[in-house]
């Protein structure tokens, strides 16, 4: 296989996200399609808390089927980011003995990343496990395979989260919507593989995910993350502060957005002309802005470092960090360089209306995706044969009494039009028959069809009526 399609769901707390990728051989990807839709109440601190954001996953999904270069094949397994305000990291110690001098083998090195994730509260899912430092025989090793030695040793950081996180994804992708769920993607570590360079990795820096209602801190050190944590914090908080000026809360976010600026109040700027007064605006964006900034610095009190061990600096991503001055305000109170993020990795972005700093979420979903072990995401058009229409009877599946199969009954009857992933469900199965039924499910219209053939057949019993 040439390259393979890779399909990606981002599911935040203000939005939902969804993307289709290729990679080739090489694992280079190409993003070809990113769609959104927008959220309400559906998803909460990153987890979803009403399975109807299925919803919006459809259609997100049946706009990316439509694209030239993906139609017609159709979505049937998808990589899911994952995030939230449970997500938080920890950082084990864990060491193999060996029973003489041998050789350090991959197998090893799994062993203990599998112990490692065993020190982790059963109470908690493991979402990824990164090596920060080896050792072998108590000196450094950068790359202890294919090293010899009585001992082997590595500090390991464990990324976890909440089980709910995990249980309601699949609900909705696999229960509702019948998508298989191809992997998991730790979203704050692939954000760090895409928007960091090499040089900031290793010299120590601090990646903050700015979102809606969590901000996401991952801090590293010696090319390796050693620290991660979410706060229950995001720009949301700021657009609820000024519906204490009487705003309903989309024309604060329009507010917000449009006028705000977490530096504050412009000196001497009067009320403009819609009777606003955005002095006192940005008092309140100021105050919860500096709050945040608080927050987001005292992470590397709790990582146990300084300022001065992340000479790489902070690079902010996700869609908080476009408020006006939010980056001038971190770099101001944090004597640190602050940078926007956006890709840094070799990445082809083929529709030049994608923004690869506003899409990076889902952009570095589909990035480590692509390289993880190949699995399908798209199913390819079924090949039809040419056949002689004489041949067929269009009214094969139907029997005398007026039901059809049995399939196609449970989604013309039981699921009715109000079902909005009957079709879809339909389509994956049998599209042919599908089309077919699309234009009447009723149990009234199949037995209309039974006694049309019945007449047409001869064989119509005198007393029967249509």
Same mark, same amino acid.
């Given at each position: 296989?040439?390259?393979?399609?890779?399909?990606?769901?981002?599911?935040?707390?203000?939005?939902?996200?969804?993307?289709?990728?290729?990679?080739?051989?090489?694992?280079?990807?190409?993003?070809?399609?990113?769609?959104?839709?927008?959220?309400?109440?559906?998803?909460?601190?990153?987890?979803?808390?009403?399975?109807?954001?299925?919803?919006?996953?459809?259609?997100?999904?049946?706009?990316?089927?439509?694209?030239?270069?993906?139609?017609?094949?159709?979505?049937?397994?998808? #990589? +899911?980011?994952?995030?939230?305000?449970?997500?938080?990291?920890? &950082?084990? /110690?864990? !060491?193999? *003995? $060996?029973?003489?001098? =041998?050789?350090?083998?991959?197998?090893?090195?799994?062993?203990?990343?599998?112990?490692?994730?065993?020190?982790?509260?059963?109470?908690?899912?493991?979402?990824?496990?990164?090596?920060?430092?080896?050792?072998?025989?108590?000196?450094?090793?950068?790359?202890?395979?294919?090293?010899?030695?009585?001992?082997?040793?590595?500090?390991?950081?464990?990324?976890?989260?909440?089980?709910?996180?995990?249980?309601?994804?699949?609900?909705?992708?696999?229960?509702?919507?019948?998508?298989?769920?191809?992997? #998991? +993607?730790?979203?704050?570590?692939?954000?760090?593989?895409?928007? &960091?360079? /090499?040089? !900031?990795? *290793? $010299?120590?820096?601090? =990646?903050?995910?700015?979102?809606?209602?969590?901000?996401?801190?991952?801090?590293?050190?010696?090319?390796?993350?050693?620290?991660?944590?979410?706060?229950?914090?995001?720009?949301?908080?700021?657009?609820?502060?000024?519906?204490?000026?009487?705003?309903?809360?989309?024309?604060?976010?329009?507010?917000?957005?449009?006028?705000?600026?977490?530096?504050?109040?412009?000196?001497?700027?009067?009320?403009?002309?819609?009777?606003?007064?955005?002095?006192?605006?940005?008092?309140?964006?100021?105050?919860?802005?500096?709050?945040?900034?608080?927050?987001?610095?005292?992470?590397?009190?709790?990582?146990?470092?300084?300022?001065?061990?992340?000479?790489?600096?902070?690079?902010?991503?996700?869609?908080?960090?476009?408020?006006?001055?939010?980056?001038?305000?971190?770099?101001?109170?944090?004597?640190?360089?602050?940078?926007?993020?956006?890709?840094?990795?070799?990445?082809?972005?083929?529709?030049?209306?994608?923004?690869?700093?506003?899409?990076?979420?889902?952009?570095?979903?589909?990035?480590?995706?692509?390289?993880?072990?190949?699995?399908?995401?798209?199913?390819?058009?079924?090949?039809?044969?040419?056949?002689?229409?004489?041949?067929?009877?269009?009214?094969?599946?139907?029997?005398?009494?007026?039901?059809?199969?049995?399939?196609?009954?449970?989604?013309?009857?039981?699921?009715?039009?109000?079902?909005?992933?009957?079709?879809?469900?339909?389509?994956?199965?049998?599209?042919?028959?599908?089309?077919?039924?699309?234009?009447?499910?009723?149990?009234?219209?199949?037995?209309?069809?039974?006694?049309?053939?019945?007449?047409?057949?001869?064989?119509?019993?005198?007393?029967?009526?249509?």
């Amino acid at each position: 296989m040439s390259e393979r399609y890779i399909v990606a769901i981002e599911i935040g707390s203000s939005k939902l996200r969804g993307a289709v990728g290729t990679a080739d051989e090489t694992g280079m990807l190409d993003v070809l399609a990113v769609e959104e839709e927008k959220l309400t109440g559906s998803v909460r601190y990153g987890c979803i808390n009403n399975v109807e954001v299925s919803n919006a996953i459809s259609r997100i999904c049946q706009r990316l089927e439509e694209y030239p270069r993906i139609a017609p094949r159709t979505i049937k397994g998808v #990589y +899911v980011g994952l995030g939230g305000r449970s997500m938080t990291s920890t &950082l084990v /110690d864990v !060491e193999a *003995r $060996l029973p003489a001098e =041998l050789e350090i083998t991959r197998e090893i090195i799994t062993d203990l990343r599998n112990r490692a994730a065993h020190n982790i509260p059963q109470e908690r899912d493991v979402a990824e496990v990164v090596p920060v430092k080896f050792t072998v025989d108590n000196k450094t090793q950068a790359n202890p395979v294919g090293s010899y030695g009585t001992s082997v040793g590595s500090r390991m950081c464990v990324v976890s989260c909440q089980p709910v996180i995990k249980r309601m994804i699949r609900r909705v992708l696999s229960e509702r919507l019948g998508f298989e769920i191809n992997g #998991y +993607v730790t979203r704050p570590l692939a954000e760090g593989s895409l928007a &960091l360079t /090499d040089d !900031e990795r *290793r $010299l120590g820096c601090m =990646l903050v995910d700015f979102g809606a209602e969590t901000t996401t801190v991952v801090i590293y050190k010696n090319g390796a993350p050693v620290y991660v944590a979410t706060l229950p914090l995001g720009s949301r908080n700021i657009t609820l502060d000024l519906t204490a000026l009487n705003y309903i809360e989309e024309r604060a976010e329009e507010i917000k957005k449009v006028s705000g600026n977490a530096m504050g109040a412009e000196t001497g700027r009067r009320p403009g002309a819609d009777g606003i007064d955005y002095s006192e605006v940005n008092n309140y964006v100021h105050a919860r802005a500096a709050e945040i900034v608080t927050n987001i610095l005292t992470q590397i009190d709790y990582a146990d470092m300084r300022a001065a061990d992340l000479p790489g600096g902070i690079i902010l991503v996700g869609g908080g960090s476009r408020l006006r001055g939010f980056n001038e305000l971190l770099a101001q109170q944090s004597k640190m360089k602050v940078r926007m993020g956006t890709t840094q990795a070799a990445v082809r972005i083929s529709d030049s209306a994608i923004n690869p700093a506003e899409n990076i979420d889902v952009i570095a979903t589909l990035a480590v995706a692509a390289r993880m072990p190949m699995a399908e995401c798209m199913a390819e058009p079924e090949q039809r044969q040419d056949a002689d229409p004489a041949d067929s009877d269009p009214y094969d599946n139907y029997d005398d009494n007026g039901d059809d199969d049995e399939e196609t009954s449970r989604i013309g009857r039981l699921d009715e039009d109000d079902d909005e992933f009957a079709p879809r469900r339909k389509k994956k199965k049998d599209k042919e028959t599908a089309s077919r039924d699309s234009d009447n499910h009723s149990s009234r219209g199949f037995s209309i069809f039974s006694s049309l053939r019945k007449k047409i057949a001869g064989i119509m019993d005198e007393g029967d009526e249509m």
